[in-house]
């Protein structure tokens, strides 16, 4: 049985090739979600 590795923790979108390169299976970037602007989208509806 083979043993993923993840990295995460300190992650920007800038990182990710260098990281990628070091062999991990899966990196998390919580750059996009925590770092997004809102977006208003909003449906009305008429009766």
């Given at each position: 049985?083979?043993?993923?590795?993840?990295?995460?923790?300190?992650?920007?979108?800038?990182?990710?090739?260098?990281?990628a390169?070091?062999?991990?299976?899966?990196?998390?970037?919580?750059?996009?979600?925590?770092?997004?602007?809102?977006?208003?989208?909003?449906?009305?509806?008429?009766?």
């Amino acid at each position: 049985k083979q043993t993923l590795v993840e990295a995460s923790g300190n992650m920007t979108l800038s990182r990710i090739k260098d990281v990628a390169e070091t062999g991990v299976d899966f990196i998390s970037v919580g750059e996009l979600t925590h770092s997004v602007k809102a977006f208003d989208f909003s449906l009305r509806k008429e009766k």
